[in-house]
């Protein structure tokens, strides 16, 4: 059985994916610093190591206690607006951290590694839809640490052998259909998430400070109703696309690309809607400025994941997206 390192496992989607490599047959350790993760989504016999990947004393630690057969890279700060405002934190933790994971991986002779990238390295659109090809031109230090991460592991990769998948999610979404685990960032900036809550808070007392009203940046957007169309592709088809990559790796040389989405562009309305007949519930929002680096349409052309990886998307009907993030929050854990 191969043992996987889970680099971020305690969050959103790395805690996904510990479920999917044991279903897969896999052995996952997961290194975490808690910094934003949840121990309660980490399975009890799965060993949690709390570290952070900026200590690389600690990094060598767990390296040479197991031998790790690959590396699975969640571990980020995933914030765009944080970025902007704390853009050291981010090249710190990101880029800094990817480079000591790196730098051990290469000390330890461990050649495989899937990173999760991002649709945020490729800025503004020039396309409609996004292909592999789209220039990487990030507009924000987010976007920009994820692609720097991305060009070092291709430099690693020339210079030491090292294999590697990039996975370029779009809108990560929904959760396990048992409702054991699901999507808890703190601050959450997520546009599900945040319309369930907003569903949630009506049974809060009207006066009630956990009242949420969704709040919808901007309706005057060249889109058929005028919000920012994304694609929202379910977690679970996130991770079985990790776990085709790992398999692509055993013979594959060289750094990929693949971007992950379902393909099928939704509105902010469209998403307030499917939430309003999953959850029953008027949803209550205000329309608001546009927020500044928003793009009107992000949709993936993931064409190249689905012909090379073998991958096919499940789980892509908005309407069970959310059917997944409303059984989740209305039972939530932690
Ligand atoms: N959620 C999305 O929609 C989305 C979209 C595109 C890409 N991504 C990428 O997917 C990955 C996972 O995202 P998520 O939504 O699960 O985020 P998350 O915040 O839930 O999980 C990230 C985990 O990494 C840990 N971590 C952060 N810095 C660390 C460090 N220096 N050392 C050790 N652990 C550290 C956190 O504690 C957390 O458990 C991130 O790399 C993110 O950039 C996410």
Same mark, same amino acid.
């Given at each position: ?131 592999e ?32 998948v990039?996975l ?9 259909? #048992?409702?054991? @685990?699901?999507?808890?960032?703190? =601050? ?6 945040? !319309? /369930?809550? $907003?569903?949630? *808070? ?54 990929a690309a693949f971007n992950l ?18 959850? #029953?519930?008027? @949803?209550?929002?205000?329309?608001? =400025? ?6 009107? !349409? /992000?949709? $993936?052309?993931? *064409?190249l994941a689905?012909?090379?990886l ?25």
């Amino acid at each position: 059985m191969a043992t996987v390192l889970v680099c971020g496992g305690a969050g959103y989607i790395g805690s996904h994916m510990l479920r999917a490599l044991v279903s897969a047959g896999f052995r996952p350790v997961v290194f975490d610093s808690l910094v934003k993760g949840h121990v309660e989504a980490v399975p009890a016999d799965i060993p949690l190591i709390r570290g952070d990947l900026l200590d690389i004393q600690a990094l060598r630690r767990v390296f040479s206690e197991y031998d790790f057969e690959a590396v699975l890279h969640f571990a980020a700060r995933i914030e765009v607006g944080e970025s902007v405002r704390e853009p050291g934190l981010y090249y710190q933790n990101n880029v800094g951290g990817s480079l000591n994971l790196l730098t051990v991986m290469h000390e330890f002779g461990v050649k495989k590694l899937v990173f999760s990238s991002t649709a945020a390295v490729y800025g503004n659109p020039v396309q409609e839809r996004i292909s592999e090809n789209h220039p990487c031109m990030p507009i924000n230090p987010y976007g920009r640490s994820k692609w720097m991460v991305e060009q070092m592991i291709e430099d690693f990769s020339s210079a030491f052998g090292l294999k590697a998948v990039c996975l370029r999610y779009f809108n990560a979404a929904g959760a396990d259909p #048992g409702g054991e @685990i699901g999507e808890a960032h703190n =601050p959450e900036s997520h546009l599900i998430p945040n !319309v /369930l809550k $907003a569903a949630v *808070s009506l049974n809060a007392p009207e006066d009630d400070s956990s009242r949420f009203e969704l709040n919808v940046f901007g309706s005057d957007y060249p889109t058929p109703d005028g919000t920012c169309v994304r694609d929202y592709i379910h977690v679970c088809d996130l991770c079985q696309a990790h776990l085709l990559a790992l398999n692509y790796l055993d013979d594959f040389e060289g750094k990929a690309a693949f971007n992950l989405g379902s393909g099928n562009g939704y509105s902010i309305m469209q998403v307030i809607e499917a939430a309003e007949r999953v959850s #029953g519930c008027k @949803i209550p929002y205000s329309i608001g =400025p546009r927020r500044p680096g928003d793009a009107a !349409v /992000l949709v $993936a052309d993931s *064409s190249l994941a689905r012909s090379v990886l073998g991958w096919k998307p499940a789980l892509d009907d908005l309407d069970m997206i959310v059917k997944t993030a409303w059984n989740w929050e209305t039972g939530r854990k932690y």
